[in-house]
């Protein structure tokens, strides 16, 4: 029986207008769902406000257990959900494959912190007893992004419900299934409570009310640094904690040892997979001068050899743009960057949604796709001749997520990473990677800093309370 069957396919509460799910690849129609309106995410959060109480007074086996279960769900129904993800959001086989990976090691780690040690034994100045306990927020609010659906809902769900919170998801609507839909059926089947998972896709009045509720005094935000900071904005006046996962421009330094036939794989990976569409994208490649050429052309030479089609019916490397305002802004950054001076010396090119892999060449800080967020298969590529101007050129950003650095020298990466503002760095790697063990987060416009991953989720999602017992009354002068 599908785990995406016709009763999970329709949150039955929802009233808002219809909206038709598309496949990007084809704009062929994958089904229909109601959106939420602003009093669907009120009645949401006070059915989950009430229900949560009981689920954190649960023992802590008990909610394990259902994330377990649900990590277990996610490998049974891989089959099922990798097809809602190359369809839905437009990933190749792989990367569908990886998100179901990160989504089941996401439930089986936050099934760890269910028994984590919940606070400290204080001393104390008086006779008594003080003690630190860590205790569920309460309800959390989740705002998901199209490019990574399932990881990206999934990192804030799973940690939020097993430290004893109810969740209001708020999926965006192009990938509101495999985004968020997908996970209230797994939940659901690994036996969660009712009322505790809340699936509300909307626009952009849905996640204002949702910010805005009193019942939410944590919300978890993945997207645009523009969005991001409207959500913190709001937060701020609400007296809210708001966690901003946020854009990136991220730098790849290829140092003058660096050995070009390991790295070109590694710089396309960076810069091309998911179509660029992901935060952590290998946005500028420094290259140092005396190998500039020669990695342009080979870079290059990659991108044109790269397949970009439909990912559900052919074998490519690249599948569609999510959608045509989003492939419009790709192109008219590329356009823009050509005017400014910059050579296109593979790609930028479009049929419908598929956006061909690009690499531009003599690019400055006046180059648009340079300079800016492009979300697209885009790799601008600048020339630099110190470790010191590499390090300037990498910081020269308003954005802080990942950096990635190739040398034949690790201890000179690591020496170069500590002059480069950013939350991430891997040495002789590229900048995008992601594990359900590890801290994730940016800072700067690229966000509030590392709040997804072991211990940053106990701190992301529970509130830190001072407890005192005495044996006697307190005596006081009067």
Request: negative net charge; hydrophobic residues 45%.
């Amino acid at each position: 029986m599908p785990l995406l069957d016709a009763r999970t396919w329709q949150p039955r509460t929802l009233t808002g207008p219809g909206y038709t799910v598309t496949e990007p690849a084809t704009g062929q129609d994958l089904g229909s769902i109601a959106l939420a309106r602003p009093e669907d995410v009120e009645a949401a959060a006070a059915r989950a406000a009430e229900a949560q109480p009981a689920w954190a007074r649960a023992p802590h086996f008990a909610r394990a257990a259902v994330l377990r279960k649900a990590g277990d769900l996610f490998a049974e129904h891989a089959a099922e959900l990798r097809e809602w993800l190359v369809r839905e959001s437009g990933s190749v086989p792989g990367k569908a494959d990886f998100e179901l990976h990160v989504a089941a090691q996401e439930c089986y780690e936050a099934a760890a912190l269910a028994s984590r040690p919940a606070g400290q034994v204080l001393p104390s100045e008086a006779p008594r007893l003080s003690y630190t306990r860590r205790v569920p927020a309460g309800v959390v609010g989740v705002i998901a992004p199209f490019n990574a659906p399932l990881i990206l809902s999934i990192r804030s769900v799973a940690p939020a419900l097993a430290l004893g919170n109810a969740v209001l998801l708020k999926p965006d609507p192009r990938t509101a299934v495999c985004g968020g839909l997908a996970l209230a059926a797994v939940f659901a089947a690994a036996g969660l409570p009712e009322e505790l998972l809340h699936v509300l896709p909307g626009g952009a009045d849905a996640g204002q009310a949702l910010v805005a509720d009193p019942r939410v005094p944590v919300v978890s935000f993945t997207g645009s640094t523009a969005a991001g900071r409207a959500v913190g904005e709001a937060a701020g006046r609400h007296l809210k904690r708001a966690h901003l996962e946020l854009g990136g421009n991220s730098a790849l330094i290829v140092l003058e040892d660096a050995d070009l036939d390991a790295v070109i794989s590694t710089a396309a990976w960076g810069s091309f997979f998911h179509q660029g569409q992901i935060c952590m994208t290998t946005g500028r490649h420094l290259v140092h001068a005396s190998l500039y050429d020669e990695y342009v052309e080979r870079l290059a030479a990659k991108a044109d050899s790269l397949a970009v089609g439909d990912p559900y019916r052919d074998r490519v490397h690249l599948g569609p743009i999510i959608d045509s305002g989003q492939l419009a802004k790709i192109s008219g950054l590329v356009d823009s960057s050509r005017a400014a001076g910059a050579k296109v010396v593979a790609g930028g090119t479009h049929e419908e949604l598929f956006y061909r892999p690009t690499v531009l060449a003599h690019v400055d800080d006046r180059t648009p796709a340079y300079t800016e967020e492009v979300f697209g298969p885009v790799a601008p590529v600048r020339s630099f001749t110190t470790a010191d101007e590499a390090a300037a050129l990498a910081a020269q950003s308003p954005y802080g997520l990942s950096l990635g650095i190739v040398t034949r020298d690790p201890a000179r990466g690591l020496d170069l990473a500590e002059r480069v503002p950013t939350g991430i760095v891997h040495i002789n790697d590229q900048t995008v990677n992601d594990e359900a063990v590890a801290p994730f987060g940016g800072v700067a416009a690229s966000g509030t800093g590392a709040r997804f991953g072991g211990e940053a989720n106990l701190e992301a999602f529970t509130e830190l309370r001072w407890t005192t017992v005495r044996g006697d009354v307190a005596p006081y002068p009067f």
